[in-house]
T-cell receptor, first 117, second 114 residues
Framework: NAGVTQTPKFQVLKTGQSMTLQCAQDMNHEYMSWYRQDPGMGLRLIHYSVGAGITDQGEVPNGYNVSRSTTEDFPLRLLSAAPSQTSVYFC????????????????FGQGTRLTVV | SQQGEEDPQALSIQEGENATMNCSYKTSINNLQWYRQNSGRGLVHLILIRSNEREKHSGRLRVTLDTSKKSSSLLITASRAADTASYFCATDAGSNFGNEKLTFGTGTRLTIIP
């Protein structure tokens, strides 16, 4: 199993450009989420999904869109990049089973380092 | 605002010593998790403790949970250079079924001095 795969690993964007950060998992996990990590801020939740076709907002959703058309993929779209979106982005997935989704560990991708100039 | 806050923000100890870091959270939880992050890498799960548990062990790791004080501690015994990393607590506080969120603290940066 590859686990959680994020692409690209590095990206530089100009202000106003749009792009999609890809996230794929091969563990058949229902729960997937996106975080951003900034120095001194820990990880902040952007969007999450409890299953295909279902998404919801986290703590810092503004400027980002998500969709979940398949169990495996959970792309994150930056609509119009701003310097404030310079960050490291992490995708994570968890198995939910029949109980509470957060009773199991989250698996993380290796991150995408995004710079907006 | 962050749900979890780790203390201290940074910790440096000699190899072989024990390292203790603490996590405080604000609202009731169902479980609390600890993760490790090596520089430039993704997070790796270490241990999960449920709200009805008070202590849990995994190898050199010992986690305690005090729900009355809304706090948890992570103890790493006999530290090694490879333990140098950032450590984060995460909780499901504020979640309800169909609205699950895993919220992370700001982390403790642990440095093991050889």
């Amino acid at each position: 199993n590859a686990g959680v795969t994020q692409t690209p690993k590095f990206q530089v964007l100009k202000t106003g450009q749009s792009m999609t950060l890809q996230c794929a998992q091969d563990m058949n996990h229902e729960y997937m989420s996106w975080y951003r990590q900034d120095p001194g801020m820990g990880l902040r939740l952007i969007h999450y999904s409890v299953g295909a076709g279902i998404t919801d907002q986290g703590e810092v959703p503004n400027g980002y869109n998500v969709s979940r058309s398949t169990t495996e993929d959970f792309p994150l779209r930056l609509l119009s990049a701003a310097p404030s979106q310079t960050s490291v982005y992490f995708c994570a997935s968890s198995y939910s089973g029949h109980g509470r989704i957060l009773n199991t560990e989250a698996f993380f991708g290796q991150g995408t380092r995004l710079t907006v100039v | 605002s962050q749900q979890g806050e780790e203390d201290p923000q940074a910790l440096s100890i000699q190899e072989g010593e024990n390292a203790t870091m603490n996590c405080s959270y604000k609202t009731s939880i169902n479980n609390l998790q600890w993760y490790r992050q090596n520089s430039g890498r993704g997070l790796v799960h270490l241990i999960l403790i449920r709200s009805n548990e008070r202590e849990k062990h995994s190898g050199r790791l010992r986690v305690t949970l005090d729900t009355s004080k809304k706090s948890s501690s992570l103890l790493i015994t006999a530290s090694r250079a490879a333990d140098t990393a950032s450590y984060f607590c995460a909780t499901d506080a504020g979640s309800n079924f169909g609205n699950e969120k895993l919220t992370f603290g700001t982390g403790t940066r642990l440095t093991i001095i050889p």
